[in-house]
């Protein structure tokens, strides 16, 4: 059974920093590609981050200069690193872990920033 499981939400403040975690268990890990998302109330989810099969990581542009993703295939874990946080970065962050039409989500973590 895959397990997918984010961790390491919470409220911070403007300008503060969190660092978000995705570890997955029942894949061989290094074959999937890992995603971030994240989801505010009332809007649509929201592609954030790509952690590619080779290593190389797409950014969407809200996420470009402030956050960092990283991955450790040791460890069966995608790092979301995320600097210089905003009022607008609040939202449900989401891992999903895929190859193909093979696709797995987790829970999310919430983040809250706010004063």
């Known amino acids: 059974q895959v397990q997918v499981v984010e961790s390491g939400g919470g409220l911070v403040q403007p300008g503060g920093s969190l660092r978000l975690s995705c570890a997955a268990a029942?894949?061989?890990?290094?074959?999937?590609?890992i995603d971030w998302y994240r989801q505010a109330p009332g809007k649509q989810r929201e592609f954030i981050a790509s952690?590619?099969?080779?290593?190389?990581?797409n950014y969407a542009n809200s996420a470009k200069g402030r956050f960092t993703c990283s991955r450790d295939n040791a460890k069966n874990t995608v790092i979301l690193q995320m600097n210089s946080l905003k009022p607008e970065d609040a939202a449900v962050y989401y891992c999903?872990?895929?190859?193909?039409?093979?696709?797995?989500w987790g829970q999310g973590t919430q983040v809250t920033v706010s004063s």
């Open positions: 999903n872990v895929w190859r193909g039409s093979e696709s797995y």
């Open positions: 952690a590619t099969l080779g290593g190389s990581i």
């Open positions: 029942g894949i061989i890990f290094s074959h999937y590609v």
